[in-house]
């Protein structure tokens, strides 16, 4: 039987953060000042095993789970992830299967992932300029490898998507060339409202960009863009599409929230559930996964974490006059 959260919202998706660690320092996401050599990663011991998450999902068929993203940190940093990936299908032979990736390393993966039963892949992405690239990300190198990596996946089969945060002042020039490189493959891009997640990324709203002002910037350019209906109850980004059948989408978290649809769990790599992305912390899992739990144990638990959910923290925002301290790093639960 599903779980339906306080509000009545179905489980139906679950991000599976497997490494807490990534080869970049976005600022947005993980500032160097915070995220320096000296800053303490999760120990290995204390990271879910694969057989772990398998059986946390498993758990969570019954439940309703349709969609699984794999997610962290940079999630190709885990070793054999494909191993995952063929575990995860075995248990939910009919879900939709996606990976969250920066790319960088996903050329000499991509065959492996998708032999292993992986559906799409979602490659961030936050300028075509190698200098802006390098900016955004606080790394030496520019696009190229995530390029090749993006370019890779299509030819093989995988489904692509590039994810570009927009930060004010920085990357908003590069929205339209990322929609002409991108546009013409078929790869919708998708711009997302700089957010408040964490308690690290010195987030002001004066930095976000809103969706409503990245469809002007690209309708003065390209023509004015149309909307495009949803795909699934609860898709996260608004479609839209440019004149020339260009589609792309928007994230509005910040201006547009969409709290009332949400319908993602996520499981962090230290097994703890957060029912929301602004969370404080996470509902442990790992003592029961340790104890041996049986799967109706971990269903239940699951369960009953859904079932006491009442986050709508993005809807709640403007009525808060401070920013709540001490959230999770988006980094830590996977975005
Ligand atoms: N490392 C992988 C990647 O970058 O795709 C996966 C993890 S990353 C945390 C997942 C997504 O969160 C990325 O698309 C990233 O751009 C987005 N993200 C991270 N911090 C953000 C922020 N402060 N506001 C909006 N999106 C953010
Ligand atoms: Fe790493 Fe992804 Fe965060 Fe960038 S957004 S720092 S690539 S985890
Ligand atoms: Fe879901 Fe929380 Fe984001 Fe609202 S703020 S959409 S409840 S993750």
């Known amino acids: 039987m599903e779980a339906l959260d306080q509000r009545g919202r179905p489980l139906r998706d679950l991000r599976i953060s497997v490494t807490d660690r990534c080869n970049l320092r976005c600022t947005y996401c993980m500032p160097r000042e915070h995220f320096g050599s000296d800053h303490a990663f999760l120990p290995k011991e204390d990271i879910l095993r694969f057989e772990h998450i398998a059986d946390v999902v498993e758990a969570c068929v019954d439940l309703g789970l349709q969609k699984i993203r794999i997610t962290g940190g940079e999630p190709l940093l885990r070793r054999d992830l494909d191993v995952l990936v063929t575990m995860l299908r075995k248990v939910h032979p009919d879900a939709d299967l996606a990976l969250t990736t920066n790319g960088v390393i996903l050329e000499r993966h991509a065959e492996r992932l998708l032999k292993a039963g992986l559906d799409r892949v979602t490659v961030s992405m936050d300028a075509l300029s190698p200098s802006v690239y390098s900016a955004m990300g606080d790394v030496e190198h520019g696009p190229e490898a995530t390029l090749f990596g993006i370019e890779k996946a299509l030819k093989i089969g995988l489904g692509v998507k590039v994810n570009c945060v927009v930060r004010a002042g920085v990357n908003e020039g590069e929205l339209l060339p990322l929609l002409q490189h991108f546009g013409p493959r078929n790869v919708p891009v998708r711009f997302i409202e700089f957010m408040d997640v964490g308690a690290t990324n010195q987030w002001a709203l004066d930095e976000v960009v809103t969706s409503k002002n990245v469809r002007r910037i690209i309708a003065e350019q390209l023509g004015e ?92 925002r403007s009525a808060q006059k401070e920013r709540p301290s001490g959230k999770v790093e988006m980094s830590f639960i996977g975005g």
């Not at 109850?233 to 994230?251: N, S």
């Open 225 to 316: 863009v149309t909307p495009l209906d949803p795909t699934a109850f609860g898709e996260v980004a608004r479609r839209w599409q440019t004149p020339q059948g260009w589609e792309f989408g928007t994230i509005d978290s910040i201006s547009v929230p969409f709290c009332g649809d949400c319908t993602r769990a996520r499981l962090a790599a230290d097994g703890s559930v957060h029912t929301c992305l602004f969370s404080n912390e996470g509902k442990p899992l790992m003592p029961l996964i340790k104890s041996g739990a049986s799967k109706q144990e971990l269903q239940h638990a699951v369960r009953s974490i859904w079932e006491s959910r009442s986050d709508a923290y993005s809807e709640e």
